[in-house]
C-alpha cells in the first residue's frame, strides 16, 4: 500500500510542485459549469433560450448561504 502511494506520489509530483509555484485552480468554474448543468436539468423544455441566458448570467450575483 505504501509503495503505490509512493508510486502515486511520483508521479503526481510535477504538477503538485508547480501548484505550490503558481496556486492557480479551476474550482470556481467547473462550479459554475456545475449550476449551469443542474438550471438546465430542471428547466428542460423552457421556451425561450433568452431566460435561460439570463439565469446564467445571474448565476453571478446570487449569494448562496447554507441553510438548517
Known amino acids: 500500500m505504501l509503495k503505490k502511494f509512493a508510486q502515486t506520489l511520483q508521479t503526481l509530483f510535477d ?7 503558481y496556486p492557480i485552480s479551476t474550482a470556481p468554474r467547473e ?4 449550476k449551469i448543468k443542474t438550471m438546465k436539468g430542471q428547466g428542460y423544455g423552457w421556451r425561450w433560450t433568452e431566460y435561460f441566458m439570463l439565469k446564467i448570467l445571474g448565476l453571478h450575483l446570487t449569494k448562496y448561504a447554507w441553510v438548517g
Request: glycine fraction near 18%; proline fraction near 0%.
Open 15 to 21: 504538477g503538485i510542485a508547480a501548484y505550490s509555484t
Open 31 to 34: 462550479g459554475t459549469n456545475r
